[in-house]
């Protein structure tokens, strides 16, 4: 998805969010972008679950 996003000028979502462990350490990494498409209507969602 990242990767699409800096491909594309523009993400599926306004953000994406990452925890994580790694040696023992936690991490938490959001990675806001400034282009995104606009979110999907409730019908889209449930039409798109049933496919």
């Known amino acids: 998805m990242l990767l699409r996003a800096y491909r594309d000028g523009m993400a599926d979502v306004e953000h994406v969010h990452?925890?994580?462990?790694?040696?023992?350490?936690?991490?938490?990494?959001?990675?806001?972008?400034?282009?995104?498409?606009?979110?999907m209507s409730a019908e889209e969602a449930a039409k798109r679950m049933q496919d």
Not at 18 to 39: H, K, N, V
Request: no cysteine.
């Open 18 to 39: 990452i925890e994580g462990e790694f040696a023992g350490t936690a991490y938490d990494l959001t990675f806001f972008f400034g282009a995104s498409q606009p979110p």
